[in-house]
């Protein structure tokens, strides 16, 4: 474990050993979560922006019925409460 210190500016440098074992680089954008146990930091991911021609084929024909309102809520309620119980929200 290693110790930090919080600058009158609101600065945290992250330690080197932190930073290597990372890849994280000057200009690394990085997100921050606030959460129960703490601060989070991750990477941000940057992604090229895409049109309906490029990722048209990966779409599938679909032969099982749409789901329902209720079951997509359903559905984003137990994600929602496996993260909470990981402590990520």
Request: one cysteine or more.
């Amino acid at each position: 474990m290693e110790i930090t210190r919080l600058s009158s500016k609101g600065q945290v440098v992250l330690p080197k050993t932190i930073r290597d074992a990372h890849g994280w680089v000057p200009g690394t954008e990085l997100l921050i979560e606030d959460g129960p146990n703490g601060v989070l930091l991750r990477p941000r991911t940057h992604s090229e922006p895409s049109s309906l021609e490029t990722v048209a084929g990966c779409l599938h024909d679909v032969t099982s019925p749409a789901r329902t309102v209720d079951e997509m809520d359903a559905a984003i309620r137990a994600e929602l409460r496996r993260r909470h119980d990981r402590g990520r929200y």
